[in-house]
């Protein structure tokens, strides 16, 4: 009985007894086939049987056909590295690709200077406080001056009067600028959103805004008008005109008055100074009166965001076409 390795292809007389390992290279034998006398012990290709419809010649039983890459051997695989442990974050990774928008100039200075709606609640609050005893004190100070008609003050009462004047009246000239300079922001960061929700940028530029909002005199014209401009905007001029009208009104009484009491700041006579001390008192008095109806003002643009509509639409029934009746009167509904 004879058994062909499959890997190198000798032939082995096996005898009686059927193998499975080839004594030579370890391969596969194959199944036995009987004994070919006129062969040699050489390896040898197995013959082929012609088959018959063209189609291929059919192989002796214990054969296959094995697919063999022409050429040279491919090389060995390569044994795959260990990719070590599952990597594990003990927080959302940072890395990887960004999405970065560039805001232009005007959107930046915008964002920058929009101050938030409790920082100017808070800076008004204080320059309202800080007028109101500035009044307070220019009063107590015209009944001293009263009472030293008669009576001769001790100097402590009449430094501390002095000075305890000019303390309150730097600290109201500070938090008056603060109180400008706040609000001229919150107005360029709001005007800034409400053209920007309609689709199309503010058509004052940023130094047009900043010089009429901030310079003395210039700012009684155009501050107003860009307050007006604002509410015109956001559909509100009908409900908020007549609170800007008496605040302008308001501010150039206060500033006219401001400045008249400057310029009698300087006399040395009794009845002169005691004349400042009233004017001084009165313009406190009307600077105090301005700032409420600009708080006043200004509740009145942040009652309603942006971004809500001034007007509401809703469904109302038609009274003049009245709905035929579904059942006749006097008569029973239908079964």
Request: charged residues 15%; proline residues 9%; glycine residues 6%.
């Amino acid at each position: 009985m004879i058994q062909v390795c499959s890997q190198c292809g000798t032939r082995w007389n096996v005898r009686d007894r059927q193998r499975v390992w080839c004594p030579r290279c370890h391969g596969t034998l194959l199944a036995p086939s009987g004994p070919a006398p006129d062969e040699q012990w050489r390896p040898t290709a197995p013959s082929l049987r012609p088959s018959s419809q063209g189609a291929p010649p059919r192989l002796p039983p214990g054969y296959r056909w094995i697919a063999v890459r022409p050429g040279a051997p491919p090389p060995p695989r390569r044994r795959r590295l260990s990719l070590g442990p599952t990597p594990r974050y003990s927080m959302i990774p940072r890395w990887g690709l960004q999405e970065r928008y560039e805001a232009t100039d005007d959107q930046q200075a915008t964002a920058q200077a929009g101050p938030s709606v409790a920082m100017v609640r808070a800076t008004l609050i204080a320059t309202m406080v800080v007028l109101g005893v500035a009044a307070l004190v220019h009063v107590i100070r015209y009944g001293l001056l009263l009472i030293n008609r008669t009576v001769l003050l001790n100097p402590w009462i009449a430094g501390v009067a002095t000075w305890l004047g000019v303390l309150v009246s730097v600290l109201a000239l500070f938090t008056v600028v603060a109180s400008v300079v706040v609000l001229t922001n919150w107005l360029i960061a709001r005007r800034g959103a409400a053209y920007a929700h309609h689709g199309h940028p503010d058509p004052r530029s940023l130094w047009q805004l900043r010089l009429g909002a901030l310079v003395p005199i210039v700012q009684l014209v155009w501050a107003p008008v860009f307050v007006l401009e604002l509410a015109n905007v956001e559909g509100r001029s009908a409900q908020l005109r007549r609170p800007i009208v008496a605040w302008w009104i308001a501010w150039v009484f206060s500033t006219a008055v401001s400045l008249f009491s400057i310029a009698t700041s300087f006399t040395t006579d009794p009845q002169g100074i005691a004349d400042n001390t009233v004017t001084t008192t009165i313009a406190y008095l009307l600077a105090l009166a301005a700032l409420l109806l600009a708080f006043q003002v200004f509740l009145g643009f942040e009652s309603k965001p942006v971004e809500r509509p001034a007007k509401r639409w809703v469904i109302v029934a038609d009274e003049t076409q009245t709905a035929p009746a579904v059942e006749s009167e006097g008569q029973n509904p239908a079964a």
